[in-house]
């Protein structure tokens, strides 16, 4: 059961993504909306690269790693490596975030971005899912979970702590 409730924050968060995109791409379209000057704004762009336009161009590129990033995580959960819930919950929200993203690669080629920080990125819901579930999953690990660092090595798959 803990496993559908992650599987729907995941599509939650891909959907979310997906609305904002659309209502961005319905009433932001030549507007930029300023909600705190000089520090956030809302208007409509694309982008065909990763972060700050990094790999422009690189469509089928990310689609693969975003396919290959399913695999190990799929892979990963399945053989119990990853199943503390609050990692649990981190990849979610990754999950998510990517689902958002690739939906966009592979319609457009283009993912939309509306959420301006005007002295450092234009980004999206989906990227807001990815780098807080990251940045949350590194903190956890680094300060909770030594045992997921350590050089040990793990006798075998823990059971399902995670509840079902």
Sequence with gaps: MFYLVLTLFAAAAAALDQLTKLLAKTYLMGKTLVLIPGWLQLHYITNDGMALSLLSGKRWLFVILTIVYFSIVIWAVAKKYIYKKPELWCIAAITGGAVG????RIATGQVVDMICV???????????????????????????????????????????????
Excluded: C, Q
């Excluded at 993203?101 to 966009?104: E, G, T």
């Excluded at 990251?134 to 509840?163: C, M, N, Q, W």
């Design 101 to 104: 993203n690739l939906i966009d």
């Design 118 to 164: 005007p002295w450092f990125s234009t980004f999206n819901v989906a990227d807001m899912f990815i780098t807080v579930g990251a940045a949350i999953l590194v903190v956890y690990i680094l300060l909770k979970d030594r045992e997921f660092l350590s050089d040990k090595k793990k006798d075998e798959p823990h059971d399902d702590t995670a509840g079902s």
